[in-house]
């Protein structure tokens, strides 16, 4: 049933692992933990080279004159500021939103999570790994070539970048369906398994069409080829030549592969953040999910209309007249999933006993900023503002809020909540509350302004109003540069209390400090090679099933474990002496 790499797991308590050499003990181990955490380095990694990427072009649009030695050191021109932007598009998108929450969280967490020892293709799993990795080693070095070298080897990196998430994609596909558990059916799925799994078919379908792409250009590039180009009679030079056939760039056909892939894109990145937020809302509002099917058939239903909405930015290139009709209702679609997942988030906290911890709250600013930024979509529908606010910081404050900054808030909460089973410690609860209250407000006061500056710059006024305008558009801009610098600093806090937590000695951390319910964390911290020992538990309750109403008896845990049977005596009260299951942490405190 399970196919795992003998050679690898050598004792399934996890003793072997020290006995392997260092290249097979870190750079080719292919339990899955080892490989999720690496995904979740690199992702690290990766926003803290986007983030000063971002902080270097803030401070180049307030002050285009300003010495910047990595600018300037490598000519300064047009075409190396744009080739800046799309490296930090690519770390940001690729390497930490798509990477992070899906291969980092999930190869860590679906194992344990449904009951498997491993993932279905191990080895298939450590060359997606490193495909990953060579896909972001070139494209960072392509930013340091020539222009046409550095596009070649950028679109090469992307190539790989597909054929990893492809290797991905087949294999959460496969261990979801075949590797759960005894008892673990799909009703009794935690929403984040539901979220990796729907992400994944949808990574299947956009991602072969994005390696195609690239391929036929690498092709048009290198081979002379011409995939993206129509031939075109040139008229003759005189009456006695015949005309020459040249081919002409014909964007078109990229066009619609490269929106085939980019706007589901969006709900690559969001959707396994939807399953961690609605888990963690579940967990510390002590609640079982609101309409818990409903939020599974909203997941699926993004997914299905996030790979058909691709034709709604591809209105110009050749399309039936009648197609913006069916994108368009499919796009408007989209809102009532969205609405029945934010129905559900509200209708777990009501009358919950909601726990404040770092992880909480950074769920609820989850949520704050995806409604926030869904809100600022709406305007977007108005064709006015849609024809001239394009590329404008309307947009660029439209697209953070809603998927990057709030994929980032997941991905942060899920980090805080996975800890201490992760590392067998846990993040300072103090630090991360002041680091998340700096960041909440400092993202809003970094791209709630970019909307006004985005509508400001197209309004038809007066010669002296404009002259106003522009100050006030100077003002806003300093204010969000500013913010920019707050910010970024504001991510020095979580950097101290995570390396300070990672190098704490002799911490007693409990088995399942949070009181979740989930396999997970029915294992040790960390969990051993082979994660079950012996065999896969068996699983005999949904994934979220609280109150000790339900027990019967109020000296009774709220909680128990999905591998606890339906009749049998659940956890005792804090002060107990049931398997480690322990209390909240003192710092954890703050239950509304």
């Known amino acids: 049933m399970y196919s795992i790499d003998a050679g690898m797991v050598d004792h399934p308590s996890g003793g072997g692992a020290s006995g392997l050499g260092f290249l097979r003990r870190v750079l080719f181990r292919t339990d899955h933990k080892a ?23 803030r401070i180049h649009l307030v002050w285009p004159a300003a010495h910047l030695p990595f600018l300037t050191g490598l000519d300064g021109s047009p075409e190396r500021y744009a080739a800046l932007t799309l490296l930090h598009g690519s770390l940001m998108v690729l390497m930490v939103l798509t990477a992070a929450p899906q291969a980092g969280f999930g190869n860590y967490l679906l194992p344990i999570h449904i009951g498997a020892r491993d993932m279905a293709f191990p080895r298939l799993n450590l060359a997606a790994l490193w495909l990953i990795l060579a896909s972001l080693v070139g494209v960072t070095i392509a930013f340091f070539l020539p222009v046409q070298m550095g596009l070649t080897l950028w679109i090469a990196g992307i190539a790989l970048f597909s054929i990893a998430a492809l290797a991905n994609a087949l294999n959460f596909s496969v261990t979801t369906i075949d590797l759960r558990a005894q008892g673990m059916t799909l009703p009794r799925l935690p929403i984040t398994v539901w979220a990796w799994f729907i992400n994944a078919i949808l990574s299947l379908l956009i991602f072969s069409v994005l390696l195609a792409a690239c391929v036929y250009l690498l092709a048009d590039r290198t081979l002379g080829t011409h995939f993206f180009s129509l031939p075109t009679l040139l008229p003759s030079i005189s009456p006695y030549s015949q005309p020459v056939t040249s081919p002409v760039a014909s964007p078109a056909l990229w066009q619609r592969l490269f929106w085939f892939f980019a706007q589901a894109q969006v709900y690559v990145s969001i959707l396994p953040c939807f399953g961690i937020t609605t888990h963690l809302i579940a967990t510390f509002s002590r609640k079982p999910v609101w309409a818990q099917r409903a939020v599974v058939l909203a997941l699926c239903a993004v997914g299905l209309f996030g790979f058909c909405i691709w034709g709604q930015h591809t209105f110009a290139s050749g399309l039936n007249p009648y197609s913006p009709l069916v994108f368009g209702l499919l796009a408007s679609s989209l809102g009532l999933p969205a609405s029945i997942l934010l129905i559900s988030w509200f209708g777990t906290l009501w009358n919950g006993k909601v726990q404040l911890t770092t992880a909480m709250l950074f769920a609820l600013g989850f949520v704050s900023l995806f409604l926030a930024g869904g809100l600022s979509g709406l305007f977007l529908a108005r064709n006015d503002l849609t024809a001239t606010a394009a590329s404008d910081d ?140 012996s065999a896969a538990p068996v699983v005999y309750r949904g994934a979220y099933e609280f109150g000790a109403g339900k027990f019967g008896a109020p000296n009774v845990e709220d909680f128990a474990s999905q591998s606890l049977p339906a009749d049998s005596t659940p956890p005792a009260a804090p002060g107990g002496t049931d398997a480690g299951l322990q209390p909240l942490p003192p710092q954890a405190a703050g239950t509304v």
């Open 35 to 57: 490989i999720g955490l690496q995904y979740l380095w690199l992702a690290l990694l990766s926003v803290f080279l986007g983030m000063i990427m971002s902080l270097v072009m």
């Open 394 to 533: 309307f947009i660029t404050g439209h697209f953070h809020l809603v998927m990057g900054i709030a994929a980032t808030f997941a991905m942060l909460g899920a980090l805080f909540f996975w800890f201490p089973k992760m590392f067998g410690r846990s993040l300072d609860e103090g630090l991360g509350k002041i680091h998340f209250w700096i960041t909440f407000f400092g993202v809003y006061c970094v791209f709630m302004p970019m909307h006004w500056l985005g509508m400001i710059a197209h309004l038809h006024l007066s010669p002296e109003a404009t002259v106003a305008a522009t100050a006030a558009a100077s003002t806003i801009r300093s204010f969000v540069t500013i913010a920019t610098l707050v910010t970024v600093a504001a991510q020095g806090i979580f950097l101290v209390n995570f390396v300070k937590s990672l190098l704490k000695r002799g911490e007693a951390v409990a088995k399942n400090p949070w009181r979740a319910t989930t396999l997970e964390w029915s294992l040790p911290s960390p969990p051993p090679l082979g994660n079950f020992a």
